[in-house]
């Protein structure tokens, strides 16, 4: 003999059995903890969607969602990690120092002048050191001038603290 649930999915009452009803719970929670907090209109549209995929499998009010159900719909409406931005934690987290950052910004950690190398570095997902050591091969050698740098340090804004990638908490 198996639990069951009665759940209120998408504005229909369904009964599922509980171990569906916890693999359900389990993937709008996911679904919910990618999505804004003010955004409750995609949850909804995702759930009543649950609901329309479990209307077509089952033939009676009275019939149980199984897990097979719910393992067929979440198939059908894809990963968790497919839809919005990802987990709240993930959003508001400092990014790692190998993450590409946009826009352009001056390190304030990672600098040996201004900070215009190791905002490059960052951008375009390499090296510091690279960028240095190539900036002054252009400075030498490739007839990028010392005006563009500086340029560059005036034009690149500097980012904020909270942007601060190599401190550790």
Same mark, same amino acid.
């Given at each position: 003999?198996?639990?069951? !649930?009665?759940?209120?999915? @998408?504005?229909?009452?369904?009964?599922?059995? /509980?171990?569906?009803?916890?693999?359900?719970?389990?993937?709008?929670?996911?679904?919910?903890?990618?999505?804004?907090?003010?955004?409750?209109?995609?949850?909804?549209? !995702?759930?009543?969607?649950?609901?329309?995929?479990? @209307?077509?499998?089952?033939?009676?009010?009275?019939?149980?969602?199984?897990?097979?159900?719910?393992?067929?719909?979440?198939? /059908?409406?894809?990963?968790? =990690?497919?839809?919005?931005?990802?987990? =709240?934690? =993930?959003?508001?987290?400092?990014?790692?120092?190998?993450?590409?950052?946009?826009?352009?910004? /001056?390190? *304030?950690?990672?600098?040996? &002048?201004?900070? *215009?190398?190791?905002?490059?570095?960052?951008?375009? @997902? $390499?090296?510091? $050191?690279? *960028?240095?050591? !190539?900036?002054?091969?252009?400075?030498?050698?490739? @007839?990028?001038?010392?005006? *563009?740098? &500086?340029?560059?340090?005036? &034009?690149?804004?500097?980012?904020?603290?909270? !942007? $601060? $990638?190599?401190?550790?908490?």
């Amino acid at each position: 003999m198996k639990e069951t !649930i009665q759940a209120n999915i @998408g504005s229909v009452a369904f009964t599922l059995d /509980r171990d569906a009803y916890d693999t359900l719970k389990e993937y709008l929670d996911a679904v919910r903890d990618r999505l804004p907090e003010h955004d409750t209109e995609t949850l909804d549209d !995702i759930e009543r969607h649950f609901a329309e995929i479990f @209307g077509e499998r089952i033939a009676s009010p009275m019939q149980v969602v199984s897990l097979e159900t719910v393992n067929e719909a979440i198939k /059908r409406m894809g990963r968790p =990690a497919d839809l919005g931005d990802g987990p =709240a934690d =993930a959003r508001t987290r400092n990014p790692a120092p190998h993450e590409i950052l946009r826009p352009l910004r /001056r390190t *304030v950690a990672d600098r040996s &002048i201004a900070g *215009v190398c190791g905002g490059l570095a960052r951008f375009f @997902g $390499t090296d510091p $050191t690279l *960028v240095r050591i !190539i900036t002054l091969l252009l400075f030498l050698f490739g @007839g990028l001038s010392l005006w *563009v740098y &500086i340029l560059l340090w005036i &034009i690149v804004p500097e980012e904020s603290p909270r !942007i $601060t $990638t190599n401190k550790k908490h």
